[in-house]
């Protein structure tokens, strides 16, 4: 019998049975369910509204129930609906009456709430702490390539030089705007519902702020309409997630260019590449290409959330029951991804030769000649038009601006004196961009000492 059949007169048909049920994916909050009982049976019975050995002996079962749970000796069922009625249905098994009492002041309404934001607290701490992991396997990998030259892009064609130390650093911003992000989120996904009850609060005396200390949160919600309809944490989240993704995309496109034969910048390890079931030459970055595939699933999540709350009118209504699936398919997904791509990135084989030859070719140094004709005394507009006739030249001879001797030099500017050469070679293009946020060695140097003491910091936060 469903708990809450008192004004039905008939059984539920089976296909509503099936499509209503949540236990299939909600199960796995059941220690978040049961955590949040206990709470609210201790504070019931510090409250006297059910009494203190009623209390005991609800908290006592409800720690019996998750150790059963836990042990694969308790099966949850589709009758039951969800994690919280079959949560209740073994409570009521085991100590009869007194477990029906927990429910006192207390719906499902505000109850999932609660349930959602204890597990998505939970599961945020995971993340942070992998997001960290590969903020610092970046940082590592960047301290071991302060010199090694690379081309830049912009549009896809070689711009000017930089460092693959630089390069990385840049994903590690991103990193660092994602840890932020996840941070500020957590601010409100740390706000207690409980107490709100299924729209309107209750008129039994609770104490909600003992059960928020006691769950760990930061704060209580304000409005118990809000308090149960309120899933902008959720998608929230998943927006983080979908920024997250789309860094871990763009870089993994670049590892999968940089991998490629016309590149040849990057081995990937064995361990972290597939073959060919025909080809037998075939050494395939399929991590890099799943993550890439994966954004778009993220992308959907946070689509499937905003779409089921774009119209609901206050308070609870059944389509909420759709956030968990896409919620703890963001979830599932970004720590997947995660956790495997550290090891990716730890155990790649940079080519510096093949990465320095790329940042000799396509002109990449032409902005510096530019910027000498610039300290020369003539105007940048100008000295831009002198170049690109030089480049030009260069082009039609099939030769690097370097390779041009010093009288065909002059015939495009009469200010191009010998030092020319020392300005335009690779090494000094990337040393004299030394302002901050540049990527001169020395000051990559001083980025990534600011970024292990920002690193350092994050990790001894305490959440």
């Not at 934001?117 to 301290?143: H, K, P, V, W």
């Amino acid at each position: 019998m469903k708990l809450w059949s008192g004004r039905f007169t008939k059984q539920t048909d089976q296909l509503t049975e099936d499509f209503n049920a949540s236990i299939a994916f909600d199960s796995r909050m059941y220690a978040q369910d049961i955590r949040g009982s206990m709470a609210h049976a201790a504070m019931l019975a510090q409250q006297g509204i059910i009494s203190r050995e009623e209390g005991e002996q609800i908290i006592a079962a409800l720690q019996e129930i998750q150790q059963e749970i836990a042990e694969g000796r308790l099966q949850f069922t589709v009758e039951a609906e969800d994690v919280h009625m079959n949560i209740e249905t073994f409570l009521t098994a085991k100590i009869g009456n007194v477990g029906k009492k927990l429910h006192t002041a207390r719906s499902r309404n505000d109850q999932v709430a609660l349930d959602v934001r204890l597990y998505l607290n939970d599961e945020m701490e995971s993340i942070r702490e992998l997001l960290l992991e590969l903020a610092g396997t970046l940082l590592q990998i960047s301290s071991e390539h302060r010199e090694t030259i690379m081309p830049g892009y912009t549009h896809m064609q070689k711009a000017q030089p930089i460092t693959l130390a630089h390069h990385l650093l840049a994903y590690f911003e991103m990193l660092r705007r994602d840890v932020e992000r996840l941070d500020d989120c957590r601010k409100r996904v740390l706000a207690m519902p409980l107490g709100s009850g299924a729209l309107a609060a209750t008129g039994f005396n609770l104490d909600r702020d003992r059960v928020r200390t006691e769950l760990g949160f930061a704060s209580l919600t304000r409005n118990s309409l809000d308090g149960v309809s309120d899933r902008d944490f959720a998608i929230e989240f998943c927006s983080f997630a979908s920024i997250l993704m789309m860094h871990l995309s763009r870089f993994s496109e670049e590892i999968i260019l940089w991998s490629s034969d016309e590149f040849s910048f990057v081995q990937l390890d064995d361990g972290f590449s597939t073959g060919s079931s025909i080809m037998p030459q075939k050494k395939n970055p399929d991590i890099a290409e799943l993550v890439r595939g994966k954004t778009g699933r993220v992308y959907g999540d946070l689509i499937t959330l905003l779409t089921v709350m774009k119209s609901l009118p206050l308070a609870y209504n059944k389509d909420m029951q759709e956030d968990k699936e896409a919620l703890f398919d963001a979830i599932d997904t970004v720590k997947k991804c995660l956790l495997v791509f550290s090891p990716m990135l730890r155990t790649c084989r940079f080519q510096k030769e093949n990465m320095a030859a790329g940042a000799r070719g396509g002109f990449t140094n032409a902005t510096d000649l530019a910027d000498y004709l610039v300290g020369k005394g003539l105007p940048f507009r100008d000295a831009h038009a002198v170049v690109g006739q030089a480049v030009l030249y260069c082009v039609e001879q099939k030769k690097t601006l370097e390779e041009l001797e010093l009288e065909t030099f002059q015939t495009f500017s009469e200010r191009i004196g010998s030092d020319v050469y020392e300005h335009l070679d690779i090494l000094n293009c990337v040393a004299k961009r030394s302002i901050p946020g540049g990527p001169a060695p020395e000051t990559v140097k001083k980025a990534q000492r600011e970024a292990a003491q920002w690193l350092e910091r994050m990790q001894h936060v305490h959440q």
